[in-house]
């Protein structure tokens, strides 16, 4: 799954440190199907060689405004005709400042002014004390008003040994960024509040009852509400897996943890979506100490009470959020999916088969509604998460308030 496939970027580098990040980010933008043309400033030729980047782009890479290799000297029409993007990483202080003021003195800035309706994303790299100044401000505002999209910057530490705000994103957060600008903003300005994964109870401190939940689908469709403009808090079980670049999570280990985990940010929240393979009971008479094995060989009388049901609890809130409910059968999907989202009380449920789902990197999911059913193609774990998405923003903007 090639996530930029016949994406042509324009890169334009400017003088940082942060340039090393870039020979990476190239390379990575690549793995995923982008053409890169790399453009730039002569600042920028002392922190990385426009060689290096020739060499990883695999294309040309123009520093001169009179390039004798563009016949008709006009490089910053060329470039940005066709392109699908243009992204200023690292943008430095004073360059960031020439965008705003619509300098055009280099062939950086000029193709940046000249481009049209090329949308132009930029991704400051600067110390903390230069990105924090009024003027600075003053200037990433008039762009976001002039319509470009600002990346970060992050917290951290900067190579003039000093800690804060300033710091250019990383290659995998630049990338992470750069696909999510394609994906449709159908949750632009909306909170999504999602659990994932398994839950953990207790039976002892080294035994405990889980489920073989990856965790993966829910990962998948909190990237993908967050690409589509969300703000993602994910509430989750415990997993092996990486956070999604820009989503607020939120660990927990039983059901009664993610219960109130999820309680106390649902009325805050738009949409539920609730994916985690939650504990249906745990363990009344979990020990504080290691169960030894019984002599007689008997096992130990566990004795299991029921745990809350997060979805239902939501659902049942006074002006809730939209909610949406998960079901892993293992048979009748159609029948029990059905009648669980008559039973939870949820608009949209989604059912898929739990042998073929669990641990796996692809599904195949079936939309359970009142309007009926809709099978989905078995599909990549994130493009079925974009498709969910796209519906559980047109059904959820349909509900009446």
Known sequence: MLELANKRIV????????????????????????????????????FITPVTMQALSGRPVFVDAWDPRVPNNMA????????????????????????????ANDLLSTLCVAKGTCPLLVAPAMNREMWLHPATQRNVTQLQADG???????????ACGEVGSGRMLEAHELLAELIAFFQPKTLSGRRVLITAG??????????????????????????????????????SGPTALDTPYGVNRVDVESAA???????????????????????????????????KKNPDGKAPDLQFSVNP????????????????????????????????????GV????????????????????????????????????????????EVARQSSARPR
């Open 11 to 46: 890169l334009g580098l400017t003088g940082g440190v942060a340039c090393y990040k870039l020979a990476e980010f190239v390379r990575r933008a690549q793995d995923q199907g982008a053409v890169i043309d790399v453009v730039m400033t002569e600042a920028a030729t002392h």
């Open 347 to 390: 608009p949209l449920l989604v059912g898929n088969l739990a042998q073929q789902a669990m641990n796996a990197d692809t599904t195949e999911l079936v939309l359970f509604s009142q309007q009926g059913s809709q099978k989905l193609p078995v599909l990549p774990k994130l493009d079925a998460a974009r498709r969910l998405v796209q």
């Open 148 to 158: 470009a999209l600002i990346l970060g910057p992050a917290e951290g530490n900067q």
């Open 309 to 344: 049901d997060i979805l239902a609890d939501v659902a049942g809130m006074a002006d809730g959020p939209y909610c949406v409910g998960f079901a892993a059968e293992t048979e009748n999907l159609h029948q029990n999916a059905e009648a669980k989202r008559q039973r939870k």
């Open 257 to 291: 943890q993610m219960h109130a985990a999820v309680m106390s940010e649902a009325r805050h929240s738009d949409i539920f979506i609730a994916v985690a393979a939650v504990a249906d009971w745990h363990v009344a008479n979990a020990s504080d100490s290691k169960l």
């Open 76 to 103: 910053h029409i060329n470039l940005t005709r066709g392109a699908d993007a243009i992204l200023v990483a690292p943008a430095s202080t004073d360059f960031i400042a020439k965008l705003a003021h619509g300098h």
């Open 198 to 235: 398994p839950t953990s109870e207790k039976i002892d401190p080294v035994r405990v009852l889980t489920n073989r939940s990856s965790g993966k689908m829910g990962y998948a469709i909190a990237q993908a509400a967050r690409e589509a403009g969300a703000q993602v808090v994910l509430v």
